[in-house]
């Protein structure tokens, strides 16, 4: 994927179904708006109402024709509930009405009913008590009015109960539309922010790798610089030493042979410790060197690794290990080199009127093993990068070192379970601790005891 993941297929293929997917909701919703509008709007049409109005003033006109009859009601009152059952008939007539009378079957009855109207109209002007056969027309029109309006209103009432059915039925599906437009919608998302972030995390990835190749390309050559320095400064010795001793041959002195001889075998030694420490920290990489758990007595090994420090050093060194116990379970090989390289850092580290502090203890459930001195200390912005390899700090400048012994310190420091912890300060020193899980040597069982 390219550095820019807006730009792939999958992802305008997933935004395009986003877009149309988004499209189709709001169409969804705009559809249950208009629906839930039909819905609201069957009582505003009032067919019930308007059509039991309408019965009741046909009820009332021809209660007051028979009144009027009898002479207790005056002609004004017929004429002005005749009045009302017209308005009544006219809400029939006006707006979304017809369609709904139509649409149910009663355009006819309707018509029928304005057409009575128009033909009795005539007949209020002269009207009196007397007419009975007027009367009777009047009251005979006014009790069918009464009777259509009631069938018609038990009409309007079922087609406004299927009607309603319908809108809600309809409203049922385009919620399961909403519902599936907007799961699908979320996915689509869902699908276009996984294609985004991956390709924002593969493109982080490939410019971490790159930076990674590059500062392994150029601590390599640092490496490399820093290698063949430190092998060419023993080198020297031995070269100059040699020359020395072939040129006075026997006029030198067994004083001076020693001290020649002294210099060539220093100078092979540092040849042989840097050569070990780089195949060691390349081994240790490839997994060519296996971590085995012995018995190992801890006072014995760093009392060696004292030992083995040049004769001129070892004066230097304090160790302090009462709280130290005696014997646990490592790798003897690897920790003795952990320790040996922490203690030959502070020697070479720090002034050589100034002492080291092997310290050693128990706590908790750890074995800790620090070695303190007094010399150039870290940067505190430097310390968290002491065990990459090549790594070295700027106040170590013109000191020999190639930044690869912490870095083998660390791995073993991990394949014994436990880490190398430094505590340092600019110009006054250092301590480093080895610190790793405590095993008494009692609590592993020989193998042939756990066989069986």
Not at 65 to 83: I, K, Y
Not at 164 to 190: H, K, M, N, P, W
Not at 334 to 346: I, P, Y
Request: proline share 3%.
């Amino acid at each position: 994927m390219s550095g820019r993941p807006w730009t792939s297929r999958p992802f305008l293929a997933a935004t395009l179904a986003l877009t149309v997917l988004f499209g189709l909701l709001l169409a969804a919703v705009t559809r249950l708006a208009v629906n839930e509008g039909r819905l609201a709007g069957e009582p505003a049409e009032g067919v019930i109402w308007f059509s039991s109005q309408g019965q009741y003033e046909a009820m009332r006109l021809a209660d007051s024709v028979l009144l009027f009859e009898a002479g207790r009601v005056a002609r004004e009152e017929v004429v002005l509930r005749f009045d009302l059952l017209d308005s009544r008939i006219r809400l029939f007539e006006q707006g979304q009405m017809p369609a709904r009378v139509a649409a149910i079957g009663f355009e006819d009855e309707v018509a029928g009913l304005r057409s009575g109207l128009d033909e009795h109209r005539g007949d209020l002007a002269g009207l009196e008590p007397s007419d009975s056969e007027t009367i009777a027309s009047l009251h005979d029109m006014a009790q069918a009015m009464a009777l259509t309006m009631r069938d018609f209103a038990n009409a309007g009432m079922l087609d406004g109960r299927d009607r309603q059915s319908l809108v809600r039925d309809s409203r049922r599906q385009i919620l399961f539309e909403v519902i599936g437009y907007l799961l699908a919608t979320i996915a689509a998302g869902v699908l276009v922010a996984i294609i985004v972030v991956r390709g924002l995390r593969n493109t982080v990835r490939a410019e971490a790798a790159l930076q990674h190749e590059r500062e392994v390309s150029r601590l390599h050559r640092a490496f490399t610089t820093v290698v063949s320095h430190q092998f060419r400064t023993p080198l020297s010795i031995i070269d100059a030493s040699s020359q020395r001793m072939l040129r006075r041959g026997a006029a030198m002195t067994h004083e001076e042979i020693a001290n020649r001889v002294t210099k060539i075998r220093n100078a092979c030694h540092r040849l042989t410790r840097l050569m070990e420490s780089t195949l060691n920290a390349a081994r240790l990489e490839q997994g060519e060197i296996a971590f085995q758990a012995r018995p190992c007595n801890l006072h014995e090994l760093i009392a060696l690794v004292c030992e083995n420090q040049p004769e001129e050093e070892q004066g230097r060194i304090e160790q302090r290990l009462e709280a130290l116990p005696i014997q646990v379970m490592a790798d003897s090989i690897l920790l003795e080199q952990a320790v040996h390289n922490l203690v030959s850092n502070a020697l070479k580290y720090s002034l050589g009127n100034t002492r080291i502090v092997v310290r050693g203890e128990r706590q908790g459930g750890d074995v800790v093993i620090s070695v303190d001195d007094s010399g150039v200390g870290i940067p505190a912005d430097e310390v968290g990068f002491i065990a990459e390899r090549f790594f070295r700090a700027r106040t170590a400048e013109g000191i020999p070192g190639t930044g690869i012994g912490l870095n083998f310190v660390s791995q073993i420091m991990a394949l014994h379970g436990g880490k190398i912890d430094v505590c340092s300060t600019e110009g006054q020193g250092s301590t480093f601790s080895l610190r790793f899980p405590y095993l008494a040597v009692e609590q592993v069982k020989p193998a042939s005891e756990a066989v069986g």
